[in-house]
DNA sequence: TGTCTAACACAACAGATGTTGCTTATCCAT
DNA sequence: ATGGATAAGCAACATCTGTTGTGTTAGACA
């Protein structure tokens, strides 16, 4: 019911939802997610139950939002932004990706790959990637996106997380320096599609329609 | 608990999961999935509460298997299946997977775009997606695939379910007919990709990293 | 056909969930 | 500083959850 988590002004609440999701990360360090109830949480937050209910619907939107705040985060720290002009930056965000995978940002919980969770981490972290691939597309004279921006930002963002996490997934995985160019090869294609959608120049692979 | 979903030869085992499945997909018709209990499910499909979670952990599990069958249905019905040598097999592909959303394949919870358990829908579809990649892409001469061809079939298919559904969630979305190219025309490049990982023929857009 | 295995029904349980109404404490703006 | 707005504490509720135990029934297999 509250607003999103970033913007919020007023003290109290940023303290509470702090206090639930080191609360949760905590707890996760010692369990597994399934077996952390509201209770638990609230509780090792010093928070009443029901001002936990005040911030979140259930115990998966504080997850939620924490997968988001810390990749968010990471990203940030970095400086990382997606331009389409710098070809380095497309593989900034892969090896963020890997790097937020393998830090273990969900405790015991990252072990836990087959969780019925699991797509839950998978969504938030893919809304981020999108948003930061999003920002970087070309776009028209007035700072809009163009319309296949969007196709094209999602494509890219799923496709570089579902790549990552397949190597993530990966029994004798290598490190990572190793998977980011090979991903970054993949995805390419998809990002400098763009200015294709935007029609300025024709491409072969492309198709005619629309 | 019990063995997947398919294969499984025991009647009363597939009429009790057929019943749950029907039972759940008739409620998703009136009411959204966070409001149907499981208490409901067992009711309307005539079944023991405790006979589901003999079947399935929750309702979340059930919704997934729900998900993942009705799309290998629609996939086994249309005979689709990729082959790295067939470029319309792409095409097929995204094709049934935007008819598969569209169809609304869950009643009233279609609609429901940002609903907590949509990532377990989207989670089931890419899976599903990702299969039918995976035994269309190059195998060496044992027929055992390329190790590489897990990383381009997860990237791939998520991209693929990705633009899709971004496609699907637009306000004013075009018709299917003339995203499908679009989207095809994007992962194409990663599709073919898998020969040049397995240094059949170097690609100019691949990198060299490896 | 007969026997064995396992699926299902049923009841009951402790515990967790999500909500409500009320009071107190904290913030923000005037 | 003061007053209005709102977040947080608290208790209690009906309900749902997930599990366990026992008995019955239906399918599998020889």
New interface residues.
């Given amino acids: 019911m509250p607003i999103s988590d970033c913007e919020v002004r007023d003290p109290r609440i940023r303290r509470t939802r702090q206090l639930l999701q080191a609360a949760l990360r905590n707890l996760m360090e010692t369990r597994s997610f399934e077996e952390i109830a509201v209770q638990d949480i609230a509780e090792a937050a010093t928070v009443n139950r029901a001002t936990f209910y005040d911030h979140y ?2 115990k ?2 504080l997850l ?1 939002a924490m997968i988001a705040g810390g990749f968010h985060k990471l990203l940030a720290e970095r400086r990382v932004q997606y331009d389409a002009a710098c070809p380095s930056a497309a593989r900034a965000i892969v090896l963020a990706t890997c790097d937020y995978l393998t830090q273990g940002h969900s405790g015991k919980a990252g072990c836990d790959q087959q969780s ?1 969770f ?3 981490i ?2 938030a972290i ?1 809304t981020s990637i999108r948003r930061v691939v999003l920002v970087g597309l070309p776009r028209n004279g007035d700072g809009v996106p163009e319309p ?1 921006a ?14 990552v ?3 993530f997934r ?1 029994p004798g995985r290598p490190p990572a320096e ?13 990002l400098e ?1 763009a200015p294709a ?1 935007q029609s300025r120049q024709p491409v072969a ?6």
């Fill in positions: 619907t259930d998966y939107a939620e019925a699991q797509p839950l998978d969504a893919v296949a969007g196709i094209v930002a999602a494509a890219a963002s799923w496709a570089i997380y579902g790549a996490k397949e190597w990966s190793e998977i980011v160019p090979v991903i970054v090869g993949l995805v390419t294609p998809i599609s959608l692979a492309a198709p005619s329609g629309s």
